[in-house]
């Protein structure tokens, strides 16, 4: 049977990490996410594979080929622009011919895919969507079920307390090929927002399929490291270098080739330590952590539920929580690295340097030693320790008149990797961005007050406004900072700050 992967996307919400890779290449237990997706479908008998792709798709071609060392046939396609998930699938429509099966290149599951199309044939369904029961569905769409699982309508990231269910699009359906033709060509069309409630306008048969079992979207961190766990969860043997002694393990513990590990290491599973390796004395790798291969851990060093990419050096007496190192990356002795932080590529940290939690430093960025990183660091500037703040707080008060050219540059719209990613707490983004300060300010009038006040709280707004170039603005939010506003007042008084703004650079570049 045929099936498509939508492998396309940027991965935003995990930048800086898919800066250098592409999201289904994430390692996740030794392998990428998409051998294991590749395997997920091989095993309920989709052996005939479209992928999707368009961001740095030569890293999964070069990984993968023709699918021959899986036992699968894989088959590739480009995209010269974005189609969204279902002009994707139009894309590759004359290659479907019968009933056929689509997974998100960012899902890792368990969900019983043979069972689902069982029911889906039996319903005689023209669309059966995999549905999973969370929490807090606030930050994905909602399906809301009649009779005997059909789909009644979607609510798309419905607010808290205002969803019609707890079930949520996994992003795992099964479809039938005519309906393809509902989908305009070269077209960006998505399937939640558009295809959907298109077919339940027509009164066509779409039906949930209540799925059991393991679900994760590691488009996001929270995820990544969810299926992380669970695969490693997974894992129950342990396979051990020769030779290694004096070395305390527990649990199940995978070691690869030419590792050494020194006498007094201490290693909790379950866990994964890459080939050619090199753990020193005294450190401690704790359960539900990753090395890659080439890496070397020094002394008395703790890791702690922390994924580790190749060809990285961790130095002595650094601490690291629940935080992902990217490939090539140096860090200094007693450096501490807080939950949920994520070090992009080929980064440098110098000793003694703290990232607080939910920090993020995109790659090739050299921090100076004793450092204190907070908040999202694309650019040195935005490095703010105790010698920048004081070199800051010396500098001239701006004025609020600015240059038609400065004025052009502060309201320009800003590439992705500039843009403000807006979160509601550490690893939890909400799906909203903003690309420009006129959006940004639009976006205050909706976004949800938690995420304003965490950012405020976290000085995340006036850096970002320093980063594209605003001085004068940020030292008014630094003032408005400084007022302790809460909830719907801090909201009001940002927004109009930023209006306010707004509204003169705008005279200042004038019609």
């Avoid at 990428?32 to 997706?37: F, G, K």
């Avoid at 998100?104 to 895919?113: A, K, R, S, V």
């Avoid at 939010?477 to 930023?498: F, G, Q, S």
Wanted: with cysteine.
């Amino acid at each position: 049977m045929k099936a498509v992967i939508l492998a396309g996307g940027y991965g935003t919400r995990l930048w800086p990490i898919t800066l250098t890779r592409p999201k289904p290449m994430l390692p996740l237990g030794g392998r990428p996410a998409l051998y294991h997706i590749i395997g997920y479908l091989s095993n309920h008998g989709f052996e005939d594979i479209t992928i999707t792709t368009n961001y740095l798709r030569e890293q999964i071609m070069d990984y993968f080929g023709d699918g021959s060392e899986l036992g699968v046939k894989l088959t590739y396609t480009d995209e010269e622009f974005p189609l969204g998930t279902a002009g994707s699938v139009k894309n590759v429509a004359n290659y479907l011919g019968d009933t056929f099966a689509v997974i998100q290149g960012d899902n890792i599951t368990d969900i019983d895919l043979s069972k689902m199309l069982e029911v889906h044939r039996m319903k005689k369904a023209v669309a059966t969507i995999a549905l999973k029961e969370v929490e807090d569905p606030s930050l994905f769409g909602v399906a809301k079920l009649g009779p005997e699982d059909q789909v009644l309508f979607f609510k798309e990231k419905p607010k808290i307390g205002e969803s019609p269910s707890n079930l949520i699009n996994t992003g795992i359906y099964i479809l039938e090929p005519e309906i393809l033709e509902l989908i305009p060509i070269k077209t960006e069309y998505d399937f939640a927002k558009d295809f959907f409630p298109e077919l339940l306008s027509k009164k066509r048969m779409v039906y949930g399929f209540r799925a059991k079992g393991f679900w994760a979207d590691i488009g996001h961190i929270k995820g990544y490291f969810r299926a992380l766990d669970w695969i490693l969860s997974r894992s129950r043997n342990r396979i051990l270098k020769e030779g290694v002694e004096n070395v305390t393990i527990k649990g199940p513990v995978s070691i690869g080739r030419d590792t050494r590990v020194d006498g007094g290491v201490t290693i909790y599973g379950p866990s994964m330590i890459g080939d050619r390796c090199y753990i020193r004395s005294g450190a401690m790798i704790n359960s539900y952590s990753v090395i890659e291969s080439d890496v070397e851990v020094e002394k008395d060093t703790n890791i702690e539920k922390s994924m580790i990419y190749r060809d990285a050096i961790i130095g002595p007496s650094s601490s690291l929580s629940r935080c992902i190192i990217a490939e090539g990356c140096k860090i200094g002795s007693g450096v501490k690295i807080g939950n949920m932080s994520v070090i992009g590529a080929n980064c440098e940290i110098g000793p003694l340097t703290r990232v607080l939690d939910g920090s993020r430093i995109w790659p090739g960025i050299r921090v100076e030693p004793k450092c204190t990183v907070k908040g999202f660091v694309k650019h040195l500037e935005q490095i703010f320790n105790e010698q920048t703040l004081a070199k800051l707080a010396s500098e001239p008060v701006f004025e609020e008149r600015v240059e038609k050219e400065t004025a052009i540059k502060i309201l320009a719209r800003l590439p992705p990797e500039r843009a403000f990613y807006f979160f509601k707490g550490i690893g939890e983004y909400i799906g909203q961005v903003a690309s420009s300060l006129e959006e940004f300010c639009t976006s205050l009038t909706t976004i949800d007050v938690g995420s304003i006040e965490f950012h405020m709280s976290r000085d995340d707004f006036r850096n970002w406004i320093s980063f594209i170039g605003d001085s004068e603005l940020a030292r008014l939010t630094k003032e408005c900072k400084e007022r302790n506003l809460k909830a719907e007042a801090l909201r009001r008084e940002l927004h109009n700050l930023v209006k306010r703004r707004c509204e003169g650079l705008r005279r200042t570049i004038g019609p």
